[in-house]
């Protein structure tokens, strides 16, 4: 019995990818076929997601005819309640044997496995979601050990199934460590860490292919299922480069963008006072952040990177405007951190090479790194070198640890890499965006954003 599995991950909300890999999945569709997403499909960079609660993916994904998907960090990055919206409202399975909410009750609409049906081929298809440690409180989640729900799955099912496959978003260095150490997988859609493998791989006999990520390529297995034997006939991950667009996805990107705009457009109110950004100067709207981000995590200081954001906004705010300003899915994070290694970050912000700098990372949309904006602290600099930092009207002790207010993206060192140096971190499931939305409105915290914390002698 002939079985052929086409697989996407990663996507991450690249939809002018997908509009392409529709094309090429449609193509290579036959009366065999199951097609599968291994997670990071929804990324809420997007306003199509982030004005419909992420039901434009799920429309977008029924429309290719998507058998199953596991979730990623990033279907939950927009929190458990659009989650569960997605989950409730999709025709097809949101898998994860390993995702709870924080109380450990199960997710509406979340399932640990399901067991589809092709051409009288019984295929369990279960899936797993990444451990994100302590950033998962502040999401309101909870995950378990995914080697012990996978065997759990695995085993609960036995005789039900003739072949099982997993979703992984744990990445492929632990699929391979699965082909090892856990009987009965037999086939490993790979996903988390990017990776494109040119073809399958066969572990311990366990078939793993990995589409890389973005929508750049589409991954084929072609299986041959006999008596519990699968052979692999042929595997490829195919570019979807030079592929035609499919018009049904624009169609539905549009229809779902103009619910979107209308949604997000309407003014929340109108700013007091211009709230301007520059990428090395300091400025109002960063000086903001950090001042809300003080506020709201009660720190010694308020610390954020002018990077966060790509703009100022001039006249009023809505959930549109923020997230064009603030794209970026990070999370307002306490840490405690010595103050020689917040002086050293300090120091390299004045290198404006620094603040141009790729700003890359994990969660971060934006393009440069940016200058670090303090609150609670006054930096006293000749333009390239820091002569005296003050927190709270006394000098920064080397050794002393101070507790910082600041994203998640910062506390990892991304960016300034002194700053990972850090304990006890702490994260809010909100967004630095809504830091934004909540002060922005407040004459207290708009006369002070205004005031220079970087002062040169």
Known sequence: MKLK????????????????????????????????????????????????????????????????????NN?????????????????????????????KTNINGVVASTIIEKNGLRILITGSSPDMG?????????????????????????????????????????????????????????????KLYPEAKVVNGTIMNSAGNYGEHIGILELEVTDGKIDLLHSTTLSTKDSEIDNEILSILRTNKEKAVEVLS??????????????????????????GLMDMLNCDIGLINSGIVNSGAFTYLSNKKLIEICPSPLNPTSFEIQGKHIKTALEQSLDPQICLADGRGSGFRGKFIGRLHVSGVIIIHDGSRVIEIVIGEKPLEDEKWYTVASSDYLQRGSGYQSLAN??????????????IRLYANDPVFIEQALSNRWRRE
Request: charged share 25%.
């Open 266 to 291: 309407r003014p929340l109110y109108n700013l007091q006072q211009p709230l301007w950004h520059d990428v090395i100067e300091e400025n109002p709207i960063t000086n903001l952040i950090a001042d």
């Open 422 to 435: 850090n304990r006890n971190e702490r994260y809010l499931a909100e967004e630095i965006r809504d830091v």
């Open 75 to 103: 279907e939950m990055f927009n929190g458990v309640d659009t989650l569960e919206h997605m989950a409730s409202n999709s025709s097809f399975p949101f898998i994860s044997n390993n995702l709870l909410k924080k109380d």
């Open 5 to 72: 599995i086409i697989h996407t991950n990663d996507l991450h909300s690249n939809f002018e990818n997908f509009s392409k890999a529709a094309s090429l999945i449609k193509e290579n569709k036959d009366e065999n076929t199951i097609l599968l997403d291994a997670g990071d499909f929804a990324d809420f960079k997007s306003i199509e997601l982030q004005g419909t609660k992420g039901i434009a993916a799920i429309e977008l994904l029924e429309s290719v005819g998507y058998d199953a998907l596991t979730i990623g």
């Open 134 to 194: 302590d950033f998962c409180e502040g999401l309101g989640i909870h995950i378990t050990s995914y080697k012990e729900a996978i065997s759990s799955e695995i085993n609960s099912n036995q005789g039900n199934y003739d072949i099982c496959i997993l979703l992984s978003h744990i990445g492929t260095v632990a699929d391979e460590e699965l082909s090892i150490e856990i009987d009965g997988l037999d086939i490993i859609i790979s996903a988390h860490d990017h």
